[in-house]
């Protein structure tokens, strides 16, 4: 059991160090960037389940918030997570615990993947544009234009791949947790 634990809380920081690989991907296009982070959170939510994708998320915040540059375009410290893009990063732990939720009482199957990628992605701009509006001072309909409408095509490709991923990858990886276990 105790190799097993060990096992779980070293994918947890795997996929928080996923996260800020991925987030490195990244095109600027305006006040939010394009970046393949939530890739990686629809991943760590789907294989690790809510507790697992939430604790992975809450460890690449946290090293994001003491200075650690992680986030997109090696961004780091409080001042990006109080920053205009803010709720984004916080809503990756809503994200990856919705997605968790689901992967955990339904299974890896392909519906309920996608319906909680859907919402936790939801969530994550919900969070997030409302963050952006109270910092910058900027209309519902300006933000949405600039921080959803641009990212929904892209974040359904995220969706896709994420559904396909990870049923394959949570068996990987269930066969290696089964091998710690025994080990």
């Known amino acids: 059991m105790k190799k097993n634990r060990l096992f779980h809380l070293t994918l947890c920081a795997l996929f928080a160090a996923l996260t800020a690989v ?4 990244s095109i600027p296009i305006g006040p939010v960037p394009i970046c393949l982070a939530t ?3 629809y991943l760590a939510g789907g294989i690790l389940g809510a507790a697992g994708g939430v604790l992975s998320q809450v460890v690449y915040l946290l090293l994001g918030a003491v200075g650690v540059p992680v986030f997109a375009f090696f961004h780091g410290g409080i001042a990006a997570i109080a920053g205009p893009t803010g709720g984004y ?3 990756y732990i809503v994200c990856a615990w ?4 689901f992967a955990d009482h339904f299974g890896r199957k ?3 993947l996608v319906i909680g990628m859907v919402l936790g992605t939801a969530a994550c701009y919900f ?3 409302a963050w952006f509006m109270f910092t910058t001072k900027r209309g519902l309909a300006e933000s949405l234009a600039l921080c959803v409408l641009p990212f929904l095509i892209g974040d359904t490709a995220k ?3 994420s559904v396909i991923a990870v049923p394959r990858l949570f068996k990987i990886v269930s066969h290696f947790s089964e091998k ?3 080990a």
């Open 110 to 112: 392909a519906a309920p």
């Open 159 to 161: 969706i896709v791949i």
């Open 39 to 41: 890739l990686a959170v």
């Open 127 to 129: 969070l997030g544009t």
């Open 98 to 101: 919705i997605t968790g939720i």
């Open 180 to 182: 710690s276990e025994k």
């Open 22 to 25: 991925m987030a490195q991907v």
């Open 89 to 91: 990063l916080v809503g």
